[in-house]
């Protein structure tokens, strides 16, 4: 589901999609495709960066045993759907519209616009590939080798939380940028969400079940 409403797609002057056949050999893309490529992938980071917030302000709130609850199946949830999403936009498959869809399709373009968003390509596929081990290792798929640990498969990706969230807005930027360029208008943003409700959920759980914070009561 797009964040922040629906945008209405229009379609550009198809003279001002070059596709580069020899990073990619395919035939012309189609405008419409590739527009909703765009807008999909930047929803797609949207969403992530959405549920890394809501994910870490759940943390904040120090919760030290609530048994299985929802808080716990939100917490799980909320990390795991993250690292779907961006797995997805920088998934190199060659059937994927992910990011190197639309780099390869408009690459004089996104390259610019990462450029101003201030985000190393470089340093984005360095990401996609530790994505790529964790997808084929533990998140999508189950190993044969890596689900003796799957921890194994986290620590050695080691994606840190900051770098991370860093080159999601500096990819959701890029993304703006790069449909600003093909067909004009505002540059799309980021749902704003700071995770301020979610210290209040956590209350209102108490309310209702018991404390989560402190020495677990003994049974």
């Given at each position: 589901?797009?964040?922040?409403?629906e945008?209405?797609?229009?379609?550009?002057?198809?003279?001002?999609?070059?596709?580069?056949?020899?990073?990619h050999?395919?035939?012309?893309?189609?405008?419409?495709r590739?527009?909703h490529?765009?807008?999909?992938?930047?929803?797609?980071?949207?969403?992530?960066?959405?549920?890394?917030?809501?994910?870490?302000?759940?943390?904040?709130?120090?919760?030290?045993?609530?048994?299985?609850?929802?808080?716990?199946?939100?917490?799980?949830a909320?990390?795991?759907?993250?690292?779907?999403?961006?797995i997805?936009?920088l998934?190199?498959?060659?059937?994927?519209?992910?990011?190197?869809?639309?780099?390869?399709?408009?690459?004089k373009?996104v390259?610019?616009?990462?450029?101003?968003?201030?985000?190393?390509l470089?340093?984005?596929?360095?990401?996609?590939?530790?994505?790529?081990?964790?997808?084929?290792k533990t998140?999508?798929?189950?190993?044969?080798?890596?689900?003796?640990?799957?921890?194994?498969?986290?620590?050695?990706?080691n994606?840190?939380?900051?770098?991370?969230?860093?080159?999601?807005?500096?990819?959701?930027?890029?993304l703006?940028?790069?449909?600003?360029?093909?067909?004009?208008?505002?540059?799309?943003?980021?749902?704003s969400?700071?995770?301020?409700?979610?210290p209040?959920?956590?209350?209102?759980?108490?309310?209702?079940?018991?404390?989560?914070?402190?020495?677990?009561?003994?049974?």
């Amino acid at each position: 589901m797009p964040c922040g409403g629906e945008t209405k797609i229009r379609a550009p002057r198809r003279t001002r999609f070059q596709c580069n056949s020899e990073i990619h050999p395919m035939s012309q893309p189609d405008p419409i495709r590739l527009l909703h490529a765009i807008q999909r992938n930047f929803d797609e980071v949207s969403n992530a960066l959405l549920k890394i917030t809501a994910h870490d302000q759940l943390c904040r709130t120090e919760i030290t045993y609530c048994g299985p609850s929802f808080l716990l199946i939100a917490m799980d949830a909320l990390v795991n759907d993250a690292f779907a999403h961006a797995i997805r936009v920088l998934d190199k498959h060659k059937d994927a519209a992910s990011f190197w869809y639309i780099l390869k399709c408009e690459e004089k373009a996104v390259r610019k616009a990462a450029k101003s968003a201030g985000i190393d390509l470089q340093q984005l596929d360095e990401l996609s590939e530790k994505l790529r081990m964790v997808r084929t290792k533990t998140h999508f798929h189950i190993d044969r080798e890596a689900v003796v640990d799957p921890e194994a498969v986290w620590k050695e990706a080691n994606l840190a939380g900051s770098t991370l969230i860093s080159q999601l807005r500096g990819l959701a930027d890029t993304l703006a940028r790069t449909k600003q360029a093909l067909i004009g208008g505002e540059l799309s943003r980021v749902t704003s969400y700071d995770g301020s409700d979610v210290p209040k959920i956590v209350s209102a759980y108490e309310q209702c079940y018991g404390p989560v914070h402190g020495v677990p009561p003994t049974t």
